[in-house]
Nanobody, 111 residues
Framework: QVQLVESGGGLVPPGGSLRLSCAASGSMYSINVMGWHRQAPGKQRELVADITRGGRTRYANSVKGRSTISRDNAKNTVYLQMNSLKPEDAAVYYC?????WGQGTQVTVSS
């Protein structure tokens, strides 16, 4: 079992930045991919970005160039730095590690 705890969400003005963190605990030895999905009201959950244990990254087109995912394998933590935030970035952001999911953290983009 793997437990995931997200932090860093909140209210950000348009054009602002935030950094999400996700700390994992438990049986991490077999976990390869960690990342983030998001779900806005009335929309399907969608990939934001993910990263393999080896550091290979993948981004949704909607955040590419504005976001950076990183990972500290020693700390079992994955980070998502998001810049130039737009109202359409508002959503609940969910961290995942292979098939395990966190509870989500709310990101609101509003002035």
């Amino acid at each position: 079992q793997v437990q995931l705890v997200e932090s860093g969400g909140g209210l950000v003005p348009p054009g602002g930045s935030l950094r999400l963190s996700c700390a994992a605990s438990g049986s991490m030895y077999s976990i390869n991919v960690m990342g983030w999905h998001r779900q806005a009201p009335g929309k399907q959950r969608e990939l934001v970005a993910d990263i393999t244990r080896g550091g290979r990254t993948r981004y949704a087109n909607s955040v590419k160039g504005r976001s950076t995912i990183s990972r500290d394998n020693a700390k079992n933590t994955v980070y998502l730095q998001m810049n130039s935030l737009k109202p359409e970035d508002a959503a609940v952001y969910y961290c995942y590690a292979d098939d395990f999911w966190g509870q989500g953290t709310q990101v609101t983009v509003s002035s």
